[in-house]
């Protein structure tokens, strides 16, 4: 079992900055890629991020690429997304996500096996 705490929401102007952090529970973190994922009001949780165990790769949503930016510490067991030029649009409740396979179907949320419980972030226009 791996319980995931996010940190870092917030209510932020457009074009503002926030940073996001996700904690792990277990020294094992390192056998897990992770993910960050969104959900809005009325809609479904969207693949944000995502990132190999290795952190040698990282992936992106078109919607996000170039703006937010994924990193782990695998020595302090957390992942974090930089979330840089902030739009109206990325207000939702943000996710972390634990994935044991590693593989190329990053952007699935059901292929992760432990979330966290969300944290709130709002942007206004």
């Known amino acids: 079992q791996v319980q995931l705490v996010e940190s870092g929401g917030g209510l932020v102007q457009a074009g503002g900055s926030l940073r996001l952090s996700c904690a792990a529970s277990r020294r094992t973190f390192g056998i897990y890629a992770m993910g960050w994922f969104r959900q809005a009001p009325g809609e479904g949780r969207e693949f944000v991020a995502a990132?190999?165990?290795?952190?040698?790769?990282?992936y992106y949503a078109d919607s996000v690429k170039g703006r937010f930016t994924i990193s782990r510490d695998s020595a302090k067991n957390t992942v974090s997304l930089q979330m840089n030029s902030l739009k109206p649009e990325d207000t939702a409740v943000y996710y972390c996500?634990?994935?044991?396979?590693?593989?190329?179907?990053?952007?699935?949320?059901?292929?992760?096996?432990?979330w966290g419980q969300g944290t709130q972030v709002t942007v206004s226009s």
């Open positions: 996500a634990a994935n044991r396979w590693d593989d190329n179907y990053y952007a699935a949320s059901g292929r992760y096996d432990y």
């Open positions: 990132i190999r165990r290795s952190g040698g790769s990282t």
